[in-house]
């Protein structure tokens, strides 16, 4: 393996996970904004009002978003075994 398909790898992984970890993080992002946001506003400073938005938020984009998670995690699998050279 040269040192070129090393790096393409590489680059494949990380633009994989940030792929699969992009829809996760910034709806929690956006969900922790908006909570703070209203925590500010209304002066409530309750801990559990920032966590429990964020995990329903997160499940409800995994449900929506899993199927094509899996198969994009399973496309990536897929090619770095047929990058894999016959013996």
Do not use: C, Y
Request: no cysteine; aromatic share 10%.
């Amino acid at each position: 393996m040269t040192f070129d398909e090393v790096i393409f790898h590489g680059q494949n992984a990380v633009f994989t996970i940030l792929r699969l970890a992009g829809p996760l993080l910034l709806t929690a992002l956006v969900i922790g904004t908006i909570v703070s946001v209203l925590q500010s506003v209304t002066q409530i400073q309750e801990i559990t009002l920032v966590f429990v938005p964020k995990m329903v938020g997160v499940f409800v984009v995994l449900l929506v978003v899993g199927a094509w998670m899996l198969d994009v995690s399973v496309g990536f699998g897929r090619s770095m075994f047929e990058s894999i050279p016959p013996p």
